[in-house]
T-cell receptor
Framework: DAGVIQSPRHEVTEMGQEVTLRCKPI?????LFWYRQTMMRGLELLIY????????DSGMPEDRFSAKMPNASFSTLKIQPSEPRDSAVYFC??????????FGQGTRLTVV | AQSVTQLGSHVSVSEGALVLLRCNYS??????LFWYVQYPNQGLQLLLK??????LVKGINGFEAEFKKSETSFHLTKPSAHMRDAAEYFC???????????FGGGTRLMVKP
């Protein structure tokens, strides 16, 4: 398996624009996590899905952020409108049951 | 509810010295515990995991961790640090039926020549 695949790897956008981050989890995994990492706040859990259903989205900063998982092989994290403070590395991870989570390489987002 | 506390956001050791990174967890049910390592500009990769088998767990790159239920700890150790061990280390816990994965704040390990 190719592992967790995230796209794009880098994204530079202007403030106010919509940004969509994509994630393809490992086949057969039933849990998917979105994390955000910054120097100031470290690694933060934004939302996680179990069997395609959002279980906990308490980490989503505000209404500008939304996440979907339309099927077991794809998830998106959308920011609309984007702001400079959203600049961070966004990681997607997937796991099966109580096993370890496998992380993607991340998307480095810069909002100017 | 579950949580993870990593004592020391930065740890500095000399090359060849013992590495000890501390992790304490809280969980209302038996946990699954993990240590991850993150090298600069990379994602997180698994070092080792505890899944209720042996309490002393050996991982990659010479690291190991011991699960101590009485102390609710899962500290990471390595007998002799190498320069290549310089990275950020994260402790994480999973427990209960929800499969939620909770991370500690991370510890940045620096290795001095």
């Amino acid at each position: 398996d190719a592992g967790v695949i995230q796209s794009p790897r880098h994204e530079v956008t202007e403030m106010g624009q919509e940004v969509t981050l994509r994630c393809k989890p490992i086949s057969g995994h039933n849990s998917l996590f979105w994390y955000r990492q910054t120097m100031m706040r470290g690694l933060e859990l934004l939302i996680y899905f179990n069997n395609n259903v959002p279980i906990d989205d308490s980490g989503m900063p505000e209404d500008r952020f939304s996440a979907k998982m339309p099927n077991a092989s794809f998830s998106t994290l959308k920011i609309q409108p984007s702001e400079p403070r959203d600049s961070a590395v966004y990681f997607c991870a997937s796991s099966h049951g109580q096993s370890e989570a496998f992380f993607g390489q991340g998307t480095r987002l810069t909002v100017v | 509810a579950q949580s993870v506390t990593q004592l020391g956001s930065h740890v500095s050791v000399s090359e060849g010295a013992l590495v000890l990174l501390r992790c304490n967890y809280s969980s209302s049910v038996p946990p699954y515990l993990f240590w991850y390592v993150q090298y600069p500009n990379q994602g997180l990769q698994l070092l080792l995991k505890y899944t209720s088998a042996a309490t002393l767990v050996k991982g990659i790159n010479g690291f190991e961790a011991e699960f101590k239920k009485s102390e609710t700890s899962f500290h990471l150790t390595k007998p002799s640090a190498h320069m290549r061990d310089a990275a950020e280390y994260f402790c994480a816990v999973k427990s209960g039926a929800g499969n939620m994965l909770t991370f500690g704040g991370g510890t940045r390990l620096m290795v001095k020549p």
